[in-house]
């Protein structure tokens, strides 16, 4: 199977913005190019639920353990 042409084109962090959440989904950004990423194992996330769960019980009613969230990093490199 080949890639798409869009996925071998660098893009920057305000495109990355403009897409909408179904799109960003399973995707990685890494160096300005898009990585398809895996879903998690069934196990993996019943850990990771397991895990927040034990957090937000231990922290108290104010702190609150989110596992599914969008990240965007920039390097230094790429910031003007």
Known sequence: MI???WM??????????????????GIEIVDGM????????????RL????AVA???????DWNADFDFDEVIASEAGAA
């Open 48 to 51: 990771i639920k397991i895990l």
């Open 3 to 5: 890639a798409p042409a």
């Open 34 to 45: 898009v990585v398809v990423s895996p879903s998690a194992a069934k196990r993996h996330n």
């Open 55 to 61: 957090l937000e019980s231990a922290a108290g009613p």
């Open 8 to 25: 071998h084109q660098q893009i920057t962090a305000e495109q990355y913005d403009s897409w909408s959440e179904e799109q960003c989904a």
